[in-house]
């Protein structure tokens, strides 16, 4: 019975086959320039699907892939029926709440434009503020500088994409990092396999 495991395409692609090499994982050219969807290694019994990051945990959560890596972020927007096996501490950066320098939110409904609607929404509701969030899917930046929000809620890494644009940063919500997740049945079907893979990214991670 081999895993498959849901990898996201992207910006975390290349260090989380870093991660797994190191774990001793031999994973073929194929990973460093490929257009391929499907990767076999049947020398290590894995089978790889790479997906738009977004989409990992939906894969997981069908259990079309037993395991898969995604954001912090995405988990907690997607709030999926998986479980989180480990913290891989790679693509590591924040969410936070920005806009104009000195600048108020309306009073009456102010806009957060945002890629992340049930993160910005809990978020706003948590603080007991009413907001209206409207849902864009990037340039995220790009909306107060045009009046269409008062507020963003994104992603933040070396703050150069902030500050390029003039914004400034008003709270953090929450840090981000990839993990490990799991369908919770193949958790129990292929605890042996899984666990072997977890003892030997835990060797390697944050070293
Ligand atoms: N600067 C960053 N901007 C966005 N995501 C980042 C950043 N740094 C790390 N990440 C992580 O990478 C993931 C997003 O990867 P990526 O940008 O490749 O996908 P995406 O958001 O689907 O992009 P796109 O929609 O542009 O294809 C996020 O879920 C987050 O965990
Ligand atoms: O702090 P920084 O290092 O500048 O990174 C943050 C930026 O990177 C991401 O955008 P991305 O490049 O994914 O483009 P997008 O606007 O299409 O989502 C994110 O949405 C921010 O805009």
Do not use: W
């Amino acid at each position: 019975m081999s895993l498959t495991i849901a990898m996201p395409k992207g910006r975390i692609f290349e260090e989380a086959v870093e991660l797994l090499r190191r774990a001793g994982y031999d994973l073929p050219p194929e990973f460093d320039d490929s257009r391929k969807l499907i990767i076999e290694v049947p020398a290590e019994d894995l089978r790889f699907i790479l997906a738009k990051p977004m989409d990992v945990p939906t894969y997981v959560e069908h259990g079309v892939a037993d395991l898969g890596i995604a954001g912090k972020d995405v988990m907690l927007e997607e709030e999926r029926d998986v479980y989180e096996l480990l913290d891989l501490r790679i693509s590591d950066c924040y969410l936070a709440v920005a806009g104009l320098p000195d600048t108020k939110m309306s009073e009456v409904a102010p806009k957060i434009a945002t890629k992340y609607p049930n993160v910005a929404s809990s978020y706003f509701r948590e603080q007991g503020e009413q907001v209206e969030i409207i849902k864009l899917n990037g340039s995220i930046e790009l909306a107060p500088l045009i009046g269409l929000a008062d507020r963003i809620v994104d992603i933040v890494s070396t703050g150069r994409t902030l500050k390029e644009n003039g914004l400034v940063e008003f709270e953090t919500i929450v840090d981000i990092t990839s993990r490990l997740i799991v369908n919770p049945v193949s958790y129990r079907m292929k605890d042996e396999k899984i666990e072997d893979l977890v003892d030997r990214l835990s060797k390697v991670i944050g070293e």
